[in-house]
């Protein structure tokens, strides 16, 4: 894979794949242009051709091409893989050629499934009539590719299927796209889809993979909706549904906006929230949640007032809170999904999603709105809120939402604080335990995981070796290698690379060289002494527990490496002459 990678990166320029979002202007050495991920006046985003890097100022992200390509398109590294490998011709692991044929076979069936269905719409009056009564544009319509499955009462079981077959396609290679399903024996297959408003599911790519069928002709005998069958394309736990349309939109706005049909999520952008995505035949998972944190860490949710809408939207806000991201809901009129709410009053739905709380404070306004005992309430409050305010990612937020937890349930801070410390007990489920257990730990589990000097350090070090001249390059690299042998470092993330990178690059500008060098062999000394006494630190913990075991052999053992690194503590440090001379 690694050398895939390379071979991409040799054969593709950053400024090549950038250029296309970004208009970008001569800088000096680099390239500069306005943000795609936001909307600024003053240009901020940066690009190195020669490093093949970029940094985004304005929004604190950057990166190599493949990051840029994983934030503007909303993919994850291996699609992103995909993307780049196409686009400079590189052949990645070889496939099996018959997967690869199924998969290109399903891709056409479902594309000439899509325009059949399209084809058929204008020519099933009750299906135009439907649509225009939901309030459904001719743009939206041909914007979404929404089309209709001919079926009973009407028509025919297997309309979908005889125009695929005289396309050709077979059965086999139509039941594995999820469009036919098998009949009983002795009977011809029968179409997935019939008297059926569909709507085209497209992967984030855009390309088709699945339908979603609204029935036409009411029955007690057939569901309302009908999805697509799971697929070697489509798998209901990755796909939601207007991301494909929605990831350019996310970025704009700032925040997601999740709603749970086919109808919302079209409605919703025809109004002008072109941020809208839903899932399709399932609950929110954790790679849904994936897809829209690469995008932005804020999403709204309007989903439906009723018991099931409020019990999914807090399943969904538990994960997400989980990752991190700001969670609000917009409360809905009960019985109103946003498409009604919008064919009824866009200006309202507008306000609604103004109005949007966060989904802690939504949750203790419907708990006040169905409890009425003072006592049950508080109870309730409790046990629903206090496990959301454990979620929170920072004690800022987490005070803040224990102080309206406090005041909405009528109880003093200390009173909630205390049964927060409860619940965060019983969450962790784990017995208070001695010092000499609790150091057991691994190194990395104790130490804090924000970065510390070692590591900004090693970061300033590893940006400063592709910006100062060849011949310190070189020299800081072999001392590099050296010195990183001595304990395990974080490596950084390929955005805090790209800002360190551009943000030296303009201060060494500035300096002379010999200043150039001072700072760096400062940072280089710092790293070294950083790592030899985490090394110590680590192996004195590793000591008590030895010695607290009765283990002769590993006391002896740890004794001995930490002996030798007292010794390298008291070793010179690395002198600027000689990185110079």
Not at 339 to 347: F, G, H, N, R
Request: charged share 30%; with cysteine.
């Amino acid at each position: 894979m690694s050398e895939a990678v390379q071979q991409i990166k040799d054969k593709l320029s950053i400024i090549d794949i950038i250029s296309p979002y970004v208009e970008l202007h001569k800088a000096g050495k680099n390239f500069k242009g306005k943000s795609p991920f936001s909307a600024e006046k003053t240009p901020s985003f940066y690009v190195s051709p020669d490093r093949g890097m970029y940094y985004c100022f304005s929004t604190s992200q950057g990166g190599d091409m493949f990051n840029f390509i994983q934030a503007m398109e909303g993919v994850d590294f291996k699609e992103a893989l995909k993307i780049l490998a196409e686009k400079a011709g590189v052949e990645l692991v070889r496939e099996d050629p018959r997967k690869r044929d199924e998969r290109d076979h399903s891709y056409a069936a479902l594309e000439d499934a899509t325009a059949f269905y399209q084809k058929r719409l204008p020519e099933e009056a009750g299906a135009v009539e439907y649509l225009k009564d939901r309030g459904v544009s001719k743009e939206t319509i041909a914007n979404w590719r929404i089309g209709y499955a001919p079926g009973p009462p009407n028509h025919g079981w297997r309309e979908a299927k005889e125009h695929l077959a005289a396309l050709g396609h077979t059965n086999e290679q139509m039941l594995k796209a999820g469009l036919i399903k098998s009949a009983d024996t002795g009977k011809e297959p029968f179409d997935v889809f019939r008297d059926r408003i569909v709507f085209p599911m497209g992967e984030s790519s855009g390309k088709i993979v699945a339908f979603s069928g609204r029935i036409l002709t009411p029955s007690d005998k057939a569901p309302k909706y009908v999805n697509s069958p799971e697929t070697l394309l489509y798998k209901k736990s990755e796909l939601l549904y207007g991301y494909d349309k929605a990831k350019t939109g996310i970025r704009n706005l700032g925040f997601s906006l999740i709603v749970e049909g086919q109808f919302d999520v079209v409605m919703c952008h025809q109004a002008g929230y072109s941020n809208t995505v839903a899932v399709s035949g399932t609950a929110l998972t954790m790679h849904h949640v994936q897809l829209l944190e690469r995008l932005s860490d804020k999403v709204v949710l309007a989903l439906d007032a009723d018991k099931a809408g409020i019990n999914a939207m807090k399943k969904g806000a538990a994960l997400m809170l989980e990752r991190g991201l700001d969670v609000k809901v917009a409360e809905m009129p009960f019985g109103k999904d946003p498409a009604d709410l919008i064919l009824e009053d866009e200006v309202n739905f507008k306000k609604v999603i103004g109005k949007s709380v966060h989904v802690i404070e939504f949750i203790l306004h419907v708990l006040r709105r169905e409890v009425e005992d003072d006592r049950s309430f508080k109870l309730k409050a409790r046990d629903e809120i206090l496990p959301f305010i454990l979620l929170l990612a920072n004690r800022i937020d987490e005070e803040h939402f224990l102080k309206i937890f406090a005041d909405s349930t009528g109880t003093t801070m200390d009173a909630a604080r205390f049964e927060l410390g409860r619940i965060r007990e019983l969450k962790e489920n784990t017995p208070l335990k001695s010092h000499a257990t609790q150091i057991t730990k691994s190194p990395e589990v104790i130490r804090n995981n924000k970065i510390d000097t070692d590591d900004k350090a090693y970061l300033f070090l590893l940006a400063a070796v592709q910006i100062v001249d060849e011949h310190l390059s070189l020299k800081v690299k072999a001392a590099l290698d050296t010195v990183s042998k001595i304990h395990e470092l974080n490596q950084p993330d390929a955005s805090e690379l790209a800002r360190v990178v551009f943000t030296l690059e303009q201060q060494f500008e500035k300096l002379p060289q010999l200043a150039v060098a001072e700072e760096v062999v400062t940072k280089l000394n710092q790293l070294k002494t950083g790592l030899v006494r985490r090394h110590l630190t680590d192996n004195r913990q590793l000591l008590i527990v030895a010695e607290t075991d009765g283990d002769d052999d590993k006391f002896s053992e740890v004794l001995k490496s930490i002996s030798e690194f007292e010794a390298k503590l008291r070793e010179p440090n690395y002198e600027v002459e000689a990185f110079l001379g």
